[in-house]
Nanobody, 124 residues
Framework: QVQLVESGGRLVQTGGSLRLSCAASGRTLNNHVLAWFRQVPGKEREFVGTITWGGARTLYADSVKGRFTISRDSAKNTLYLQMNSLKPEDTAIYYC?????????????????WGQGTQVTVSS
């Protein structure tokens, strides 16, 4: 089992920056892939980005490429999402997710561990 707890979401102005954190516990994250998704009411959960825990390969959604950066701190067992140049359309609940293996995946159905989410609101 992997437990994930997100934090860092808040209200921020357009053009601002924010860093989300996802603290993981329960088992070693070696040979796991972690990801960030986001969701707004009435819409499906949307892929944001993913990273392999061991090799640090990354993949991003086109909508955030060049603005968002995923990283991880193995010593702290923590995943991060650095978000720059934020736009109102980035407003959503952001979720951290994990799956075993080393294959990057963009579909929410491929992940079996989820956090509770953290709200990010970007004001115009």
């Amino acid at each position: 089992q992997v437990q994930l707890v997100e934090s860092g979401g808040r209200l921020v102005q357009t053009g601002g920056s924010l860093r989300l954190s996802c603290a993981a516990s329960g088992r070693t994250l070696n040979n796991h892939v972690l990801a960030w998704f986001r969701q707004v009411p009435g819409k499906e959960r949307e892929f944001v980005g993913t990273i392999t825990w061991g090799g640090a390969r990354t993949l991003y959604a086109d909508s955030v490429k060049g603005r968002f950066t995923i990283s991880r701190d193995s010593a702290k067992n923590t995943l991060y999402l650095q978000m720059n140049s934020l736009k109102p359309e980035d407003t959503a609940i952001y979720y951290c997710a994990a799956r075993s293996g080393n294959i990057l995946a963009t579909s929410a159905s491929m992940y079996n561990y989820w956090g509770q989410g953290t709200q990010v609101t970007v004001s115009s």
